[in-house]
């Protein structure tokens, strides 16, 4: 099984240079995706009760038997109902089984009935972040949250406790800074590196990503704001140097000489950020709030928000984001209207000759 997991993953690469290979290599983060879906759809068949011996090749998870038995055990997990990704993994399946297995057509033909039926549509937000996003309506939420580095810069501060055991909340409170000025993925956040990716430029400071490293293939160029400078210089010079094992220029140290993991900076984010304003927000959900934020205070300006998350087109950006700021866009209709109904005008003359003549229904009056 692993022979064929490896040879069907450097295909995805596009190492081999394979001319009925994928027309656009998969990033590494892409190709541990892939793994990882693998697996749990390998796991989910033996929980479901097949032998494990039986699964020697990726043609073994993807029969239709299997690939329904797959699904099934996903569904089940989430109550009978689909989910990202319930859809994702029945997608990606029915790709392996389209062309690496190459299953019959017919066979082709009833995986897609089963992916669309699975299919959550792709776009929008979904019930569970538009929730999460709900209590954003209110400013006096918006301004703790977007003020709560500098909440937990003050408290640490006073905290009298070595700097080593407040090391990981100043940690937070620049990561939380970083996201608030660039909503970035959390494995882009986690692998910030001191030297290759903040760069200086006179006395402004830019974070800078090579295409290369980003999810979607679009580079990250962006000033950072002097408060967010001054957060992060902040930490890196009174606790970062508690958090360093081993010589590394991570922004953000793990326990070796390399980035913390994004599974073990993500929580840290989410938990201090409930733990400060009982909200829940995960490192990603801090791009969805960001474009709200924006967004309720320019509705429409969706082209600022597609650059700042650098999605490759506007297309992703509206699909995600139209309607998001209904209620901000509703608002400022009524000031407008209101400005103008309150503004003094002319009084209007009466119109003079004869009005218009009135269109009876048909059928006569009623």
Request: glycine share 8%; aromatic share 6%.
């Amino acid at each position: 099984m692993k022979a064929d997991v490896d040879k069907f993953l450097i295909r995805l690469s596009g190492v081999d240079l394979d001319e009925d290979g994928p027309t656009r290599p998969a990033r590494s983060a892409t190709l541990k995706t892939r793994e990882y879906q693998l697996r749990v759809a390998a796991s989910a068949l033996v929980l479901k009760g097949v032998e494990p011996t039986s699964i020697r090749a990726l043609s073994d998870i993807v029969t239709l038997e299997r690939f329904k038995l797959v699904l099934r055990f996903l569904l089940d997990r989430h109550k009978g109902q689909t989910s990202p990704q319930v859809a994702q993994i029945a997608a990606f399946l029915k790709r392996v089984a389209r062309h690496w297995v190459k299953v019959d057509d017919m066979t082709l033909l009833q995986m897609q009935k089963v992916a669309s039926r699975l299919s959550t549509g792709g776009r929008g937000l979904t019930a569970k972040n538009r929730e999460r996003l709900r209590p954003f309506d209110d400013p006096q939420t918006v301004g703790r949250f977007l003020g709560l580095p500098r909440r937990i810069r003050r408290e640490v501060e006073k905290d009298r406790r070595a700097p080593k055991l407040k090391a990981v909340l100043a940690q937070s409170a620049a990561a939380i800074a970083l996201l608030h000025a660039v909503p970035l993925r959390i494995g882009n956040l986690a692998n910030i590196d001191m030297r290759k990716h903040l760069i200086a430029r006179g006395k402004r400071v830019y974070l800078v990503i090579s295409e290369h490293d980003t999810k979607n293939g679009e580079p990250i160029d962006f000033e950072l704001p002097a408060a967010t400078v001054e957060m992060i210089a902040w930490y890196v010079r009174e606790y970062r140097p508690h958090l360093v094992r081993a010589p590394t220029d991570a922004l953000f140290p793990g326990e070796g000489s390399g980035p913390k993991a994004a599974y073990g900076l993500g929580p840290e984010i989410k938990a201090t950020v409930f733990d400060y304003t009982g909200l829940v927000v995960n490192a990603h959900l801090f791009r969805h709030a960001g474009a709200k934020i924006f967004l309720d205070q320019r509705p429409g300006q969706y082209e600022v928000v597609r650059q700042v998350l650098r999605h490759r087109s506007i297309e992703t950006t509206t699909g995600f984001y139209a309607g998001a700021e209904t209620r901000s866009a509703g608002e400022h209709f009524a000031a407008v209207i209101d400005k103008l109904r309150a503004e003094p005008n002319q009084t209007p003359t009466r119109r003079s000759g004869p009005r218009p003549s009135r269109i009876k229904p048909k059928g006569g009056s009623r």
